[in-house]
Nanobody
């Protein structure tokens, strides 16, 4: 059974930082795409940052230079370091894993940035 467990969300002032973590279990960690998406109420879920299956990284234009995705293969965990946070970054952030056959999501963690 695949589980993705996010942590690290919370309330922060604009300009501050947060680090999200996503611990994966029940899935082969290397060789699958994994990343972070976010979704605001009434809007589509959008990519924030991800590792492709080949290990390269993709970032949304809105977070380039501010957010960094990283991974610890030994811990089967990916991270999202978020710096210079803006109120518009306030969203529920979801961890995502994609194998060739399935897509998995975590339960989401709320990030709120106050102005």
């Amino acid at each position: 059974q695949v589980q993705l467990v996010e942590s690290g969300g919370g309330l922060v002032q604009a300009g501050g930082s947060l680090r999200l973590s996503c611990a994966a279990s029940g899935i082969i960690f290397s060789g699958n795409a994994m990343g972070w998406y976010r979704q605001a109420p009434g809007k589509q879920r959008e990519l924030v940052a991800r590792f492709t299956s080949s290990g390269t990284t993709n970032y949304a234009d809105s977070v380039k230079g501010r957010f960094t995705i990283s991974r610890d293969n030994a811990k089967k965990t990916i991270y999202l370091q978020m710096n210079s946070l803006k109120p518009e970054d306030s969203n529920v952030y979801y961890c995502n894993a994609e194998t060739r056959l399935q897509i998995f999501w975590g339960q989401g963690t709320q990030v709120t940035v106050s102005s």
